[in-house]
């Protein structure tokens, strides 16, 4: 099997599991190794059954001696089995599992995992709901040694998948991508070892240098991606010059019925000069939540329409995308402004070819890039949080119209960017920083209470619906409790749910999170900006974007799961309609570090300076918490890691002179960038 073919290709996985691990973004054997364990459960303490002592996880082996499935009197489901070894016998219990009788029968070796029942000291020995594994020829990867732990979606455990993890592993030929002059001069491992390890070490200490190689090797990668589509931006160089003359420009601040930052000012400037070049624009936007972003955007429409040119603004989702249209209609009221849905984009190809050529901006979602032929005249393309699209969505517009011609392109972000990262990571793109906030915005007050103080805090938040009618954002890390296997403190959307209905009984309560439908979620989201909803219980897909502008209180629960730059995103939600909001963390743990580290909140309001403050206290750590997956494409490696960045990039750069030349190297970057070099 080659490291390359479809996911389906493994044994028992079918269109089923492929579509849920598809969800997960795993489509190839390749995506299903680089899906890396978030922790590991150390089951190397293997004993008899006789020194079994209570409190620590151990391991036993044992012979079934009987297995059976019995009902209980208030009808709950229970298999029962009894094992043993040449020292005694052990009683195993499992609840709702039936299943088990049928891979398990007597006379059938197996190993559990688990912790001694207290409630049956002084009784025969037993282990409630153990994790249990069939002995067979080869490794026992479930409960001897150390064991990975996998972040799954419904559907999947983290048990079958590292069984077709492991598989994939036995089966698949893995050959290096990196060159021997490069694995032994940065003191990397071949590949084969580094999967092996990050995913089934013999010792912990191994899992270093697997996951250096294979953060190395994808940070190479992003490099060689990020020159390639440079080189690809540039290869034709008859973009559309855009030019707004000055008294345009005046016109258009004069228009705003507020007075633009010295920051937005200078944003707008770059981006104006960049676009009057003969060479086309591809600058990062960056700013914080609520900097005005989108009004910067607006003058480059504003610029492109003058001259005749049409505009594609594309929003990560379709609330946002709605979002976008109303608030441009508002600031752009002289440009045709169409919201792309469904299949809109074909009843705009007919209208073009009836209609005279009237500047248009067509605002939707990444779905516009599969209809780009039905877009015509476009100068300038804007892309927000574009983080949020895949390698494959930014590509396919690089690569349609690199067959023709290039149109200006300006990418806009709310994730705070340590300065020191954005200049060795973005190098390949120019990159304007929005760094103060729009005047009259008040800064969010930050409170860190504790969970014994939660009513409290519950009563306050319901005089403030009462008194002021503001509305309340609640966030949980986790959608629910299969996605935080060993983190029982650590709250999960759907639960928390259900107790705040409980508790806000005369009020209205609504759920959001990313694995409901589209539809679900737009309803969700317009209820609440109604003003149908006074709570919305959310994971932290609300990070981006949504903008509520009453709702002025946003409960953060778990906080210390976040980075702070993260939680800054968040908070940054509330307080949009120019009220005094509020952010209040419950965290799970009163940890001395914790609490300081979230402490710095309460005092700085710059993301850029939180990521910053993130990367110190972390070192090279997950600056970003639970949301870091994604972003810039990146499964392993560790953006904040600035040192590895900077290597991989010099490295990255030596390799592309002669890319043609590195067989493996050159086939690896033409799947991941999708660049037609004709």
Known sequence: MEIYDKISELDGIGVK??????????????????????????????????????????????????????????????????????TGKLNLIWFNQHYIKNSISEGTVINVSGKLDTKA??????????????????????????????????????????????????????????????ISSYKLSDRKFAFQNIHFPKDINDTTLAKRTLSFEEM?????????????????????????????LVEFKKSL???????????????????????????????DVGSGKTVVAAAAIAAAAQNNFNTIFLAPTQILAKQHHATLQKTLPNIDIKLITGGSS?????????????????????AILHNLENFYNIGLVIIDEQHKFGVEQRTRLVDFYTKKYIPNLLTMTATPIPRSMALTFYG???????????KGRIESKTWIIEDKKRIEAYNWIKKQINESKTQVFIVCPFIEKSEIEGFDNVKSAIDEFEKVKAYFKEFKVGLLHGKM???QKDKVIVDFSNKGL???????????????????????????????????????????????????????TNSYESIKRLNNLKTVHNGNKLAEIDMQIRGPGNIYGTDQHGFLDMNIADISDIEMVKTTKDVAIDLFKNIKTYKAISEKLDRITYIDDN
């Open 428 to 438: 390949d793109l120019d990159l304007t920083t929005i760094d103060e906030l729009p």
């Open 534 to 588: 006074d709570i919305l219980v959310t994971t932290p897909v609300i990070e981006v974007g949504v903008d509520i502008p009453n709702a002025n209180i946003i409960v953060i629960e778990t906080p210390e799961r976040f980075g702070l730059a993260s939680l800054h995103q968040l908070r940054g939600r509330v307080g949009r309609g120019g009220a005094q909001s509020y952010c209040i963390l419950i965290p799970s």
């Open 121 to 182: 000291i002084g009784r025969a020995k037993q282990f409630i709901s153990p994790q249990w594994e069939i002995i067979k020829e080869g490794k026992a990867i479930h409960t001897t040694g150390i064991v990975p732990v996998y972040s799954v979606t419904e559907g999947i455990s983290t048990k079958w998948l590292r069984n077709k993890i492991n598989d994939a592993l036995e089966k698949t030929n893995i050959l290096d991508l990196l060159t021997p002059e490069i």
């Open 220 to 248: 190479i990668f992003l490099h060689l991606r990020g020159i390639k589509l440079r080189k690809a931006w540039e290869k034709k160089t008859n973009s559309h010059q855009i030019k707004m003359h000055e008294k345009d």
């Open 517 to 519: 439908k589209n539809d």
């Open 346 to 366: 074909k009843k705009v190809k007919a209208e073009n070819k009836t209609k005279s050529n009237i500047p248009t901006l067509y605002v939707g979602t990444h």
């Open 17 to 86: 599991y492929s579509r849920l691990l598809n969800e997960i973004g795993i489509k190839t054997i390749e995506d299903l190794l680089t899906h890396i364990p978030y922790r590991y459960e150390d089951k190397s303490n293997i004993q008899k059954i006789s020194d079994l002592k209570p409190g620590a996880e151990t391991t036993v082996t044992g012979t079934v001696t009987k297995i059976d499935n019995v009902f209980t009197r208030n009808r709950k489901k229970i298999t029962k089995a009894v094992i043993s070894d040449e």
């Open 257 to 287: 019925p507020f007075e633009l930052t010295n920051s937005q000012n200078k944003a707008i400037d770059e981006i104006l000069e960049d676009l009057s070049k003969k060479v086309p624009m591809n600058r990062l936007l960056q700013g």
